[in-house]
């Protein structure tokens, strides 16, 4: 039985509320992406969680249509590599496609397409780009097959409670070799039910600035009830 590895641990004095991703997640094998093992994706574009969180990327999707600006306020806060979200949905043809080869110019270590997005503009977004392409998956009908041979590189799986089921597919069908990312669930359980069916990496969704906020308040009101 191998021996686990002690780690030492340095804190801040004042950052005492990181965000920090579930224990479970560093099960992943990860991902080598441009030379970066990532095993976590934070998935928020909220800069203060970004700046206070210790996942090894962020996913920075939104359900808007992309903009430059935001793209790049989270690649200057960020301090690890960003996977950035360039539309295929509303936003889609060679606006997603100019987006993401900006979002590469930027420095973004991949872009990530929705689930919608056709597989001709995969195949002339992955002509433009030298950085990965990540194609949502949604449910056991897409055409991840077809979303594979147009360019895209990974897979992220968001299939809901079907997650898992969806994630053991793919990998039974395309073999170790293909990387997938995948939202872990709620639990430490279902994140780990997520990597044993073939996930490289998962995704974390944080609470929100106002519900941190809220236990932050909280503990401020019960100090001053002691005094």
Known sequence: MEKEKYIPEVRSRLRTRMVEVPPAIYR???IKVLGTR??????????AIIKNSNANSIIAVYPFTPQLSITQAILEVAPVPVFVGVGGGLTTGKRAINIAL??????????????PTSNDVIAQMSEM?????????????D?????????????????????????????DKFGKELPIIAT??????????????????ITYTPPTSAEIFSGVMEKYRNDMRKK
Not at 129 to 141: G, M, N, R
Not at 154 to 168: D, E, R
């Open 184 to 201: 872990g669930g709620p639990t430490e359980e279902t994140i780990l039910a997520t990597i044993e069916a073939g996930a490289n990496a």
């Open 38 to 47: 990532i095993k976590s994706l934070l998935f928020t574009t909220d800069v």
């Open 28 to 30: 992943a094998s990860g």
């Open 129 to 141: 780009l030298d950085i990965p392409i990540i194609a949502t998956v949604v449910s056991e009908c």
């Open 143 to 171: 055409d991840f097959e077809g979303k594979l041979k147009a360019g895209a590189s990974i897979l992220n799986v968001s299939g809901g409670p079907k997650t898992t089921a969806l994630v053991k597919l793919i990998r």
């Open 102 to 115: 900006q979002a590469e110019l930027l420095g973004a270590y991949g872009v990530v397409v929705n689930a």
